[in-house]
Nanobody, 116 residues
């Protein structure tokens, strides 16, 4: 069974930093693209960042470019999201995601709150 477990969220002031982690199991981690999404209250879930199988290909939402960095450690089956220069509008629940065939799998999410 695919499992994704996020950690690292918390409360920070605007301008601060957090690093999120997603521990993956139940599939061949190095064979799949990984993604981070976020969802703020009463808003749609938004794709934040994508990383290819070997970590050489990354993509970001325009709203986080230059501030967030996605990375992965295939030996540890973990994907990370380094978030710098945080803004109140980054406040959301952040979710790790993988698409395996036709099935999207999600973690439980980790709350990030940025105070002004």
């Amino acid at each position: 069974q695919v499992q994704l477990v996020e950690s690292g969220g918390g409360l920070v002031q605007a301008g601060g930093s957090l690093r999120l982690s997603c521990a993956a199991s139940g599939f061949t981690f190095s064979s799949y693209t990984m993604r981070w999404y976020r969802q703020a209250p009463e808003k749609e879930r938004e794709l934040v960042a994508t990383i290819g199988r070997a970590g050489g290909s990354t993509n970001y939402a325009d709203s986080v470019k230059g501030r967030f960095t996605i990375s992965r450690d295939n030996a540890k089956n973990t994907v990370f999201l380094q978030m710098n220069s945080l803004k109140p509008e980054d406040t959301a629940v952040y979710y790790c995601n993988v698409l395996i065939g036709l099935r999207n799998s999600w973690g439980q999410g980790t709350q990030v709150t940025v105070s002004s």
